[in-house]
């Protein structure tokens, strides 16, 4: 474990946040989660398993605010991803450029049959998994 | 059926049948009017989440688990039904061998349980509870699930029983 890492992105942590705010409880809570699992566990994060792992007390907006820091460019502690499902239990990975793409165009293109998707934001989901910054301070 | 029934017990003088059924037919439209927005739509506020259920009333020792639907964080979606009537998903072996090589770290969102009822009388019974959330919940930050199932009941006592039984896993503020 690279403790002088993990030390620093806490800090980091605290200076964005302050240490009494319920986003850096957050924050710390998802990244001790994810030092503390194994890591062939950690492939699919949901927002269900995130609130599982952080309790009950920090309000879903304080957890929403926490996770969208976590997957920023200054404290890159989980990598985004998103999947496509318009059937119960079918999920299909997404590429960011699909998304992206589906972003500016307002349709987005059917991962299999190629077609378009209008009303996609409802059939789009995301989910995480731990960065490669976590697999750093882990080594 | 698209009915709702307003029941009245009359009791024994019917004379003002009339007059108490409009009563209660206008305490009906208030209640919904003062529930609903437009389109008769729930008002946020008085939507009762039964979300938080499911995960709650697994890890209890409530009833017996015969039906849940989770994910792992290995990336996984499982469904798994018990088929004899007596034995609980908890304790079933292959069951309690994979939620212990997960730590336990299951997500679930879909759940039934039953009960034995009536015991201790002639008539023993098992009512059912089904909460049906759907697994691209567990990807919403506040995932809502407004409905209960509630099957097997031989009559009103063992829907009252299996409803105390749920309100006893949802907040105080928000009790069906």
Redesign the interface.
């Known amino acids: 474990m690279n403790q002088k890492l993990k030390e620093q992105i806490i800090t980091r942590f605290a200076e964005d946040w302050g240490r009494k705010s319920p986003q850096y409880e957050v924050c710390v809570k998802i990244f001790d989660y994810l030092l503390s699992?194994p890591i062939?566990?950690?492939?699919?994060?949901?927002?269900?398993?995130l609130k599982?792992?952080i309790g009950d007390n920090p309000s879903?907006t304080d957890?929403?605010k926490a996770t969208q820091y976590l997957c920023g460019d200054r404290t890159p502690v989980l990598s985004l991803h998103f999947e496509f499902?318009d059937k119960?239990?079918e999920?299909i990975y997404l590429e960011y450029d699909e998304v992206r793409w589906a972003k500016s165009t307002g349709k987005l293109v059917h991962p299999v049959t190629g077609e378009d998707i209008d009303n996609y934001e409802d059939k789009v989901?995301?989910?995480f998994t731990p960065s490669p910054l976590i697999s750093e301070i882990r080594s | 059926m698209e009915r709702i029934e307003i029941r009245l017990d009359i009791g024994s003088d019917a004379g003002d049948r009339e007059l108490s059924f409009n009563q209660i037919r206008r305490a009906f439209q208030n209640l919904v009017s003062r529930l609903t927005i437009k389109d008769y739509k729930l008002k946020k506020e008085n939507i009762v989440n039964l979300f938080s259920a499911i995960d709650d009333l697994y890890r209890s020792s409530e009833g017996r688990v015969c039906e849940l639907a989770f994910t792992t964080e290995g990336g996984s979606i499982k469904r798994e039904r018990m088929r004899r009537s007596n034995e609980c998903l908890r304790t079933e072996a292959y069951h309690d061998g994979g939620i212990k090589a997960v730590d336990g770290k299951i997500s679930s969102y879909r759940i039934a349980a039953t009960w034995e009822h009536g015991a201790d009388t002639s008539l023993v019974t098992q009512p059912e509870l089904l909460l049906p959330g759907y697994s691209r919940m567990l990807s919403e930050i506040t995932p809502i699930l407004m409905d209960a199932d509630i099957t097997n009941c031989a009559g009103i006592e063992d829907f009252n029983f299996v409803v105390n039984k749920l309100n006893d896993f949802i907040g105080n503020e928000s009790k069906t």
């Open positions: 699992r062939n566990q950690l492939k699919h994060l949901t927002y269900g398993s599982n792992a879903d957890i929403l499902s119960e239990d999920f989901f995301m989910f």
